[in-house]
Structure formats: structure tokens, C-alpha cells
């Protein structure tokens, strides 16, 4: 089939159209993206791709903006309807797949308009505004946190599944605040260096760009020896290394740890839209899966009581919850519900 993947904006959304069209390709469908040039779209995809086309159309958010900036903001979307149109037909797409966010906006309401099935994967607890436009008009809407969901699960990277395994001792801790970094966990990571040292726990830390210098230094003044980054592309090699990991609660990273069985404390950011972070931290806990509290004075202390639980059970639960092949799911019901659209 000839297949388009559009979305993105952020991380997240995009590396679940990676994961996708690398299943896609395997089975060997061919694939386009359609993205934007504002976001990470082109970071992401301009080179190196498995895409056979990749297309990144002048497009921003509505919501964020106000007045005469949400109008411009419709406009260039218009334009990229338009456009996204032409590419379809162009490529002859039988199937569209979006992953969320602004980008996935004029490809998504293009495949609408020429009687193209869509399909759309909501990454987050809280429904976006642009997901719950197009749902009723989707051939198949998937989410990790529906129950009524026809694939459970979400799509990550082949290799977190590959390398998952049961953790049954606490001898390594990675701290995750995504690649801008997050204050509230790089100062529980400071807080509790001491302590994790004389426990002989190693740690990871990915500290952020931005606050990188000042948590080195705290470390070095402290005298703890950890392994510490600004930002890292190599998340899949060092969380299958941890035992336990501190992280923010966005979707992609969660899924990731949830796959390789890696027990996490989630600190939501307390800014996300919708406050989703919390949400889909708050389906983990539900699940009796893993752990979370919001920023505030109670985080030291509720880290600490995490250290004495035992890692196991969580562990094990976490594999035996994780979808395996999500994306290879996902790729697959495109061929069935295309037929039957």
C-alpha cells in the first residue's frame, strides 16, 4: 500500500510516526510524511528517513495563539490543505495515519476531504483538541489508555522490547527530564546522591542542556561520581542499563520504560497542556504499575520510600502490560480497515 504518516511538533508524536513507518517498510508498504516546518518535524525526518517522500509545509498551532495570530494560523493551515491535497494525489496515497499534534492537521483534513480513511493515534491520557475534532470521522482512533481501543498498547522503538528484562534489584537509577531538562527532578537527584552512594547505586542522570552546569557542579562539590548528560540520543541504551528511573510522564518515555520493564517515579511537568502528563502518569499508578507525585516538598520523601519497595513485582507487571509489536499492529489494522472502509 501507499501510506502517509503525518504530525508531530514534538518528540513524542514523531517518534511514534518512526516507529510506524519502519514496521511499514518491513512489510513493504510505502510511505510518505507530511509534517511541518515549525516544530521538530525536520529535525526528525529531512535526512535518513525510511519515508520515501518527506514533505514539511509553513504551519504553526492554533490554540496557543491570540487575535490576529490565530487567523494567520488558520491561513497557513488552509494553504497546507491545499498543498497536502496535491501530495496525496500525487502519491497516490490509499491510507493516511496521524500522530497527533499541529503538524497533522492539513494532511489529515486533505485525506478527509478525498475519501481517504485516516487513522489516528492519541499518544497522551487527555485527548488533544485536534484528535477529538477528527475522531468521529476516523476510520480507527487507537489509545494506549481507551479500554474500548481495538490495539492496546503503544508503539515505541523495536529495541526496548528486545532489551526488556526484569528488574530484581536496585543497583542502577536513571533521572530523566527530558532534553530541556527538568529543575524539580535534577534537585531530588542532587538531594539524594548522598544517599544513593552509600547504597552503592550508580547513577544516570540526563540533566538537560540548560541546567547542565549547575548540576555538575552541585555533583562535583558533593564529590558523588554519576554518569551525567546535557542531552542524549541514547535513551536506548541506558534505560535498559537502570533498574529504576525518575522521569517526567510524557507519553513516549513512559511507553519506553513501561516496554522494558524499567519501574519509574513519575514527576509530571505541571505546565502540559491539559495537565496530561499527570493523566498518563495517573493511568500508570491506576494500574498499580509504577509511582508518581507532582513537584512540591513531598517528592524527597516519597522517593525514598521507593527505594524499599520491592522492584520485581512492579517489574514484572510492567512486561506483562506492555503490547509487544504495537506498531506492527497498527500498520497491519491499516490494510484491514482500509478494505473495509
Known amino acids: 500500500m501507499k501510506l502517509c504518516i503525518t504530525g508531530g511538533g514534538t518528540g513524542g508524536h514523531l517518534m511514534i510516526a518512526r516507529a510506524l513507518v519502519t514496521s511499514a517498510v518491513k512489510k513493504g508498504h510505502e510511505v510518505i510524511f507530511i509534517g511541518s516546518t515549525h516544530g521538530q518535524d525536520q529535525k526528525y525526518f529531512s535526512q535518513g528517513s525510511l519515508f520515501?517522500?518527506?514533505?514539511?509545509?509553513?504551519?504553526?498551532?492554533?490554540?496557543?495563539?491570540?487575535?490576529?495570530?490565530?487567523?494567520?494560523?488558520?491561513?497557513?493551515?488552509?494553504?497546507?490543505?491545499?498543498?497536502?491535497?496535491?501530495?496525496?494525489?500525487?502519491?497516490?496515497?490509499?491510507?493516511?495515519?496521524?500522530?497527533?499534534?499541529?503538524?497533522?492537521?492539513?494532511?489529515?483534513?486533505a485525506s478527509l476531504s478525498k475519501k481517504i480513511p485516516l487513522f489516528i493515534h492519541e499518544q497522551n491520557a487527555v485527548e488533544g483538541r485536534l484528535n477529538g475534532l477528527l475522531k468521529p470521522y476516523a476510520t480507527r482512533f487507537i489509545s494506549a489508555y481507551d479500554a474500548t481501543s481495538p490495539i492496546k498498547g503503544y508503539p515505541v522503538e523495536?529495541?526496548?522490547?528486545?532489551?526488556?528484562?526484569?528488574?530484581?534489584?536496585?543497583?542502577?537509577?536513571?533521572?530523566?527530564?527530558?532534553?530541556?531538562?527538568?529543575?524539580?527532578?535534577?534537585?531530588?537527584?542532587?538531594s539524594v546522591c548522598e544517599e544513593l552512594r552509600s547504597r552503592n547505586i550508580k547513577i544516570l542522570h540526563q540533566a538537560g542542556v540548560s541546567d547542565y552546569d549547575r548540576v555538575k557542579k552541585e555533583y562535583e562539590n558533593l564529590g558523588v561520581e554519576v554518569e551525567l548528560y546535557g542531552f542524549t540520543k541514547e535513551l536506548d541504551s541506558l534505560i535498559p542499563q537502570a533498574d529504576l528511573a525518575v522521569s517526567r510522564a510524557g507519553a513516549s518515555t513512559?511507553?519506553?520504560?513501561?516496554?522494558?520493564?524499567?519501574?519509574?517515579?513519575?514527576?509530571?511537568?505541571?505546565?502540559?497542556?491539559?495537565?496530561?502528563?499527570?493523566?498518563?502518569?495517573?493511568?500508570?499508578?491506576n494500574n498499580e504499575l509504577g509511582w508518581c507525585e507532582r513537584e512540591g516538598k513531598k517528592l524527597h520523601a516519597r522517593f525514598l520510600e521507593i527505594l524499599e519497595v520491592n522492584l520485581e513485582s512492579k517489574s514484572k507487571a510492567l512486561m506483562e502490560y506492555a503490547s509487544i509489536d504495537v506498531a506492527s499492529q497498527m500498520i497491519d489494522d491499516i490494510v484491514v480497515g482500509s478494505t473495509n472502509d
Open 52 to 109: 520515501s517522500d518527506v514533505y514539511f509545509l509553513p504551519t504553526t498551532g492554533v490554540v496557543n495563539q491570540k487575535g490576529l495570530g490565530k487567523l494567520k494560523a488558520l491561513y497557513k493551515i488552509f494553504k497546507a490543505f491545499l498543498n497536502s491535497r496535491s501530495i496525496l494525489k500525487k502519491h497516490k496515497i490509499e491510507a493516511t495515519y496521524s500522530v497527533g499534534g499541529f503538524s497533522a492537521a492539513p494532511a489529515s483534513f
Open 158 to 190: 523495536e529495541t526496548f522490547s528486545k532489551t526488556a528484562r526484569v528488574r530484581t534489584e536496585l543497583k542502577t537509577i536513571i533521572f530523566l527530564g527530558g532534553s530541556h531538562g527538568a529543575k524539580a527532578i535534577n534537585n531530588l537527584a542532587l
Open 254 to 285: 513512559l511507553w519506553e520504560l513501561t516496554t522494558n520493564g524499567c519501574p519509574a517515579f513519575y514527576v509530571p511537568y505541571p505546565y502540559a497542556a491539559g495537565d496530561h502528563q499527570y493523566h498518563n502518569a495517573k493511568f500508570i499508578v
